[in-house]
């Protein structure tokens, strides 16, 4: 069964009604356009540069430093494969903030407080993201819902990981994290990797493949890659569980962002999104957003889509799973008062059957510190409705006129009366 393709796309329809002609609407067009096309130009930039295993002279480990200075500000991404894949993202008010790594301490079995920022106290925000495991269970039944066998997960900690060095670009601010599972008892890796893709930003833009997500300069994205993984049944979906970090008392809600506006993502209408709402003033938030779809081939299309699902936010009694970078930054959370969130995302559903024949399947999701990047109608979508509202309109004006026309017309035969 494929993904049941909701009647024709919002731009489907539109293209149609344009191929209709009209003289009005390659004015209203190129109008509709600009606001649309000055949100995603615009914004602020960074210099950024990415660092690998910065002070060792190993690439036996994984540690990937992004640093994007802005005005007066630096972001810092710690991305590591170091325990479970996972990240951590600094903000700091100052251009000038560095981070340092004691190597030693990090392979202790004490890692606590073997990552930290220079100088002490720059860091105004903090927040961290991991990824601990993937789920696979039979969804023969076509249930969004996991339910049925589960076999055992992958324990993404326990995972071998390719140095990052064979894919580290620096001009193209990519990195891909590849690993496969070392256990591996029913040799689903034989062939297989699950990747975790990185992609820093230094301004506001559009991507350009699916699902085309809207980022700006204080945002990452990461990509989500199982790339031949055998499936151990015929009906098997995947789960992926993400765990988030709050420091300080601040806390994360899961929100969902619909519009019927699907030109930039055809077929998807939901953008989901957990994003920090900061208590006492804290001096940031951040968010982690993603389209509920993920895609069945390395060439991404609506054809391909797979519906990503996600399950309610887990908030109660968690603590840091680790192993991962994050606990050399935030310890175990003794004096850090750390709040810990933990997700499930699950792909697959009516559409699950893509990924047996292709053995394929990615997704994307942004990381960014400050206010999430919202979609604006898109040009296409604002042309049609100024048209469909305009129409009327003009009707009303010209109507209007010719009223008032025929009403002047009429009083002028009335005769002064003297
Ligand atoms: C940077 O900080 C200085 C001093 O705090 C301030 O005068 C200046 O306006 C700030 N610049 C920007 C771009 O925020
Ligand atoms: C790094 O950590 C080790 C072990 O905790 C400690 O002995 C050493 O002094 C630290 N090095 C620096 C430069 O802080
Ligand atoms: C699918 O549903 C049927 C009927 O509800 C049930 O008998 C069967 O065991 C289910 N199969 C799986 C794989 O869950
Ligand atoms: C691995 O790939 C080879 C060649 O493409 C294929 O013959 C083999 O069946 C694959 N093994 C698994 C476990 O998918
Ligand atoms: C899976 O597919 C194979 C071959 O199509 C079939 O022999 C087997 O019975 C199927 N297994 C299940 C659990 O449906
Ligand atoms: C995700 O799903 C698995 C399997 O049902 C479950 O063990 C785990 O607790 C779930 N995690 C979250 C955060 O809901």
Known sequence: MRVSRRGGSVCNIVTKMLAGGSLLLPGLWLLASFPGLLAEAGGERRKVTLQYNPGLASSSVNLLHVRAVGHNDTLHYVWSSIGAPAVLLLYTRSEHSALRVNWTKLFSSSPAGALWIEPPGSVLYSTGVVFTKVFEYNGANASALPEGQFYPPYDLAGFSWQSLNR???????????????????????????????????EQSSRDGPLPRLLHTANSSKVEFIMDQVAPRGNGSRFLLEVVTVEEKGGRKRLRS??????EFTPTIFEMAQLVSEPRNNSLGSSFFQWKTTAYGSRDASRENAIRCHYHPLQTANRT???????????????????TIAAINISFGGEDGEIYAEKGYLSWSALLGFGVPPEDTFSPLVIAIMAVALGTPVVLLVAGGMVVLFVRRTRYSEYQPIN
């Open 320 to 338: 840091l799973p680790g192993p991962s970078i994050l606990h050399a930054y935030f310890g175990e959370g003794l004096g850090h008062s750390l």
């Open 257 to 262: 962002v619909r519009s019927i506006d699907d």
């Open 167 to 201: 894919t580290l670009n620096r001009t193209a601010l990519t990195a891909t994290f590849r690993g496969v599972d070392t256990s591996d008892p029913g040799g689903a890796f034989r062939n297989g990797t699950i990747s975790f893709k990185v992609t820093a930003y």
